[in-house]
Each structure stands twice: as C-alpha cells, then as structure tokens.
C-alpha cells in the first residue's frame, strides 16, 4: 500500500515516469506468457503486468553500486552483454530508459530480437529531454530515425514510435527541475538559512507545474518531448530479400 502511494507521488513529480506509465499501462495490462524486462532497475512497472506472466528481470552485475538498484531474483547479462535467457523464451521483451546506458545499442537489440518468439513483441522507452545521468554511464539520446534504423537493422518490423509529452510537458520538467531542490532542501545541521523560506514558496509552484505537466501529457504529443516509447515485433516469418 505504502509502495503503491509512493509510486503515485513518484509519478505525480517524475513526468518522464508518468508519461511512460501511460503509454506502458494498456499493452502490459494484455501480456502473457514470458516477459523480459532488460535493464529493469527497481521494476517499477511490473506491477502493470498480470500476476499469471511470468517476470524476468535482467540487469547489469554492477547496477546497484553503479545505479542505486538492489533487487532480489534479477538475471545478470554476461560480461560481453549477452542475455541469460534461451532463443525465443520470450513473448515480450520490455526495457524502459535503459538503452541510452548501453555502449552498444545494437548488440542489445539484438539479443532482444534473438530471445523473442516469431511473433514477439518489443516495447521500449527512451529518453529525449533528460539530463546527462548516471555519469559516466549515459551514452546516448536517440531520435525516431536512429530508432527505426537500429530496430530494423537488427530485423524486427512493424516499428511505432510515439512522442511522450509535448514542449508544454518539456517545459514543466525543465521548471521542476529547477525547483524541487528549493521545495526539498537538504537539512545542515548547526547551520540556519533561507532554505525554509525558499521551500514554502517553491513548494506550491512545484505542484501546480507537476500537475499542468500531467495535464498536458494529455495533449497532443510534439517534436520537442520528454522521450519516446516504441513497440515492435519480431516478424512470424524470416524477412526474404529481392532474389
Ligand atoms: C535509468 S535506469 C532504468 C531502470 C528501469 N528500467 C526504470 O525504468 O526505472 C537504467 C538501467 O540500465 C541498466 N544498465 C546500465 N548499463 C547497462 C548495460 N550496459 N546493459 C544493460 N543494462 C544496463 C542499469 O543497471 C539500470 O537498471
């Protein structure tokens, strides 16, 4: 209970998490069968997957001294990036804001493509308007082109892009930014400031900005966005060249 209503205020301040939990929250509500989740952190979105699929997370052996993340029952990729997970095991291959942490993008799309079954789905965030995070480990911003290329590169079709937020939505993530440090300042002990000042007139312009940026996730999406979410599937028949 106490997960699920810090998840809501998580997503209430965190519009890139919003935005990916809106576009993720129909398609996960369906799946079945096995589920991978590729460089899965904290899982925050397994709890949108039926109870009846079967979960698997895989992450790096260093993501919780390099990421912050500790989870139980999590598969390590190997150390040359490959997948501990058979050919075609998997139904859905989900990897959220991961790919941008990934010094060989196409290798990874790769193995994602080798472990789903003919018929197989992908779904992908990445982020667009986010800082340069988890220094040094952040190598890449990609637009709907490279991932179209990347995608199809290593075989998969049907390939759909769509933008999460708008400028609208980019500016209320930039502004918040801004101000939440203001809203949430770090106590120094034996040291008085304006800091409390500063929070109880930061505060109330943080929540009105997290919710217009919320709001506006129900617009129209845009060119200038927070990231894009992507599906693809791994075509039922090997794809045959002009002979
Ligand atoms: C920004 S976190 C995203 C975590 C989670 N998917 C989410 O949406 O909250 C990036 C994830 O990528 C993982 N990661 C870092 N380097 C990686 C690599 N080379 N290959 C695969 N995953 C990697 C990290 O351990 C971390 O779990």
Same mark, same amino acid.
């Given at each position: 209970?106490?997960?699920r209503?810090?998840?809501?205020v998580?997503? @209430? ?8 939990? =809106? ?5 996960? $509500?369906?799946v079945?069968?096995? @589920?991978?989740d ?8 397994r709890?949108?997957v039926p109870?009846?699929?079967? %979960? ?15 989870? *139980? ?13 058979d050919d ?7 990897s ?10 196409? !290798? ?9 079954r003919?018929?197989? =789905? ?11 995070h988890?220094?040094p480990?952040? %190598? ?9 290329? @990347?995608?199809? $590169?290593?075989?998969?079709?049907? &390939? ?9 939505? &980019? *500016?209320c993530?930039?502004?918040? /930014?801004? @101000?939440?440090? /203001?809203?949430?300042? =770090? ?5 008085t400031?304006? +800091?409390?000042?500063? +929070?109880?007139? +930061?505060?109330?312009? !943080?929540?009105?900005?997290a919710?217009a940026g919320?709001?506006?996730?129900? $617009?129209? !999406?845009?060119?200038?966005c927070? $990231?894009?979410t992507?599906?693809?599937a ?8 002009p =002979?």
């Amino acid at each position: 209970m106490r997960g699920r209503a810090l998840a809501v205020v998580r997503r @209430l301040f965190d519009l890139q998490a919003a935005s990916i939990w =809106q576009d993720l929250r129909p398609a996960l $509500g369906v799946v079945g069968g096995t @589920l991978v989740d590729a460089g899965c952190g904290a899982s925050p979105y397994r709890r949108l997957v039926p109870r009846d699929t079967t %979960y698997i997370g895989l992450d790096v052996e260093r993501a919780s001294e390099e990421f912050g993340y500790d989870i *139980a029952d999590v598969r390590r990729f190997g150390a040359d990036g490959s997948w501990p997970v058979d050919d075609g095991a998997a139904d859905v291959v989900l990897s959220t804001e991961t790919l941008e942490h990934v010094p060989d993008p196409s !290798a990874f799309l790769a193995e994602a493509f080798r472990v789903l079954r003919p018929g197989g =789905q992908l779904m992908l965030t990445v982020p667009f308007a986010a800082r340069w995070h988890y220094v040094p480990r952040d %190598y890449w911003r990609f637009t709907p082109s490279a991932l179209t290329m @990347l995608l199809e $590169g290593v075989g998969f079709g049907d &390939v759909f892009i769509t933008a999460r937020g708008n400028e609208r939505t &980019v *500016a209320c993530y930039k502004l918040l /930014a801004l @101000l939440l440090p /203001a809203a949430m300042p =770090q106590r120094e002990p034996g040291r008085t400031s304006m +800091a409390p000042l500063a +929070a109880l007139v +930061a505060a109330p312009l !943080a929540l009105a900005l997290a919710i217009a940026g919320n709001l506006s996730l129900r $617009g129209s !999406a845009g060119d200038d966005c927070l $990231g894009y979410t992507v599906t693809a599937a791994r075509p039922t028949e090997p794809l045959v060249g002009p =002979q």
